[in-house]
């Protein structure tokens, strides 16, 4: 066999990180090895993460070298003011602009005009000079940057100008279309500067790799550079098998964010809790992650307190566990064209967990796409009230009959071992 292909991998979210962010090459690096490739993995060696799931750190492939260089952040600084409010807005968990407090609106401010394109903006310098060395030493030729944050790609754009790398920038979300980034009180100058960057990104990297169709579309606005689409995944959990919860429990599981507040589920609830005895007596809500206050004040607004568990955030693999024993799983996109791109990668495991998906999301939305074709759910817009009850009412109706299940097809080729083989072919 011929010697590993080295590739250095430059990203922040690592373990002990929690989160979805830290998923996708966490699992890209496990199955390099196997298509005889070398992961070479750069990370902060003191970074703050929003979210700490020590559960990760065994799941890092034991083949991977690991790379650590320190970080200067300021929302270390930041959290003098305010901590628990800092670390809201770092985790992507943004106020409603109405009910915002004057330091939520400073931060976001300073967020958005001083910190570009993130608050990881200081890393840039000293990574790619500690980079150049090893990259020079260890004869490294082909290098990938994954955000966000999106200032890593900063570091592969110079690194690609000084060492002319091979240089793949994967997105695991878009850059300027994002859906937060409008709450972030962009100036006219820091608007510009964020369009220039993203711009000079896309046009200076070898390969752009995205997770979605959309994404994809609005990139080959702004470059001619090839475009690959490798959506994340589902990698084999090592979950007991669980007995499913005894009551009609609806589990959202991930950050539940101000603007993904579905006022036609919560009505929806209210009303078949009111119509429907057994209804009442039967449904649980669980809600797993952060959860934005605008949501639990609008679970209250419609009466449904009493039937909502809020057990905060858990484990990945407690998630995974409530994942399988949850009767029917939740899945909520902000209702914008924005996020018609946005591929939440907790799908991939709802997928696989055998229960069926509600989902609920703007027309078009690109995950709505993979649920229907892996027949592995329902998918509403927010204007499809009506149909949304009548769908929950069906699940209920199929709960109470003991047959409430799910018969997904074409579920293979969303694996990581797959997508590992497909990002390799890219690479190579």
Do not use: C
């Not at 690959?228 to 919860?245: A, H, P, R, W």
């Amino acid at each position: 066999m011929p010697e590993p292909k080295k590739l250095l991998i430059i990203t922040y979210y690592w373990p002990p990180a929690g989160g979805p962010g830290v998923q996708r090459w966490l699992k890209f690096v496990k199955y390099l090895p196997d298509f005889n490739v070398q992961p070479i993995v750069y990370i902060p060696e003191n970074p703050t993460y929003p979210i700490i799931d020590n559960g990760l750190v065994s799941e890092v492939s034991e083949k991977a070298v690991i790379l650590k260089n320190k970080i200067t952040e300021p929302y270390g600084l930041a959290s003098f003011f305010g901590k628990s409010k800092t670390k809201k807005i770092s985790s992507g968990i943004i106020p409603n602009q109405k009910k915002q407090s004057f330091l939520e609106k400073a931060l976001l401010w300073v967020r958005g005009n001083l910190f570009i394109p993130d608050a990881r903006f200081l890393w840039v310098k000293p990574s790619v000079s500690y980079l150049k060395k090893y990259i020079q030493e260890n004869n490294i030729d082909t290098i990938v940057t994954s955000g966000p944050p999106h200032s890593l790609h900063l570091i592969g754009l110079q690194l690609k100008k000084d060492l002319d790398v091979k240089w793949f920038a994967d997105f695991r979300d878009p850059w300027t279309t994002i859906g937060y980034h409008k709450a972030l009180k962009l100036s006219s100058y820091a608007e510009k500067k964020h369009k220039a960057l993203e711009k000079e990104v896309l046009n200076s990297s070898d390969t752009i790799i995205v997770t979605s169709k959309t994404t994809k579309t609005e990139f080959e606005a702004l470059t001619s550079k090839p475009i690959e689409v490798i959506t994340n995944g589902y990698d084999v959990e090592k979950v007991e098998k669980q007995s499913l919860d005894e009551k009609f429990t609806l589990a959202h599981i991930g950050s539940f964010l101000s603007d993904r507040n579905p006022k036609i589920l919560w009505q929806s609830l209210q009303e078949l809790v009111s119509e429907n005895v057994d209804f009442k007596n039967d449904f649980r809500l669980k809600l797993i992650g952060a959860t934005s206050q605008e949501v639990l004040d609008s679970i209250s607004e419609f009466g449904l307190n009493d039937y909502m568990q809020n057990l905060g955030y858990l484990s990945h693999k407690e998630a995974v566990e409530h994942q399988r024993k949850s009767q029917v799983l939740l899945l909520i996109e902000i209702d914008s064209d924005d996020t018609k791109s946005i591929i939440p990668g907790k799908l991939f495991e709802y997928m696989v967990s055998e229960r069926p998906i509600v989902a609920i999301g703007p027309k078009d939305s690109d995950f709505a796409e993979i649920i229907t074709s892996t027949n592995t759910g329902v998918f509403f817009t927010y204007d499809e009230k009506e149909a949304l009850k009548a769908q929950l009412l069906k699940y209920y109706q199929e709960y109470q009959n003991q047959n409430l299940n799910v018969n997904a097809v074409g579920l293979q080729k969303y694996s990581r071992k797959n997508l590992t083989e497909q990002l390799v072919e890219i690479i190579s």
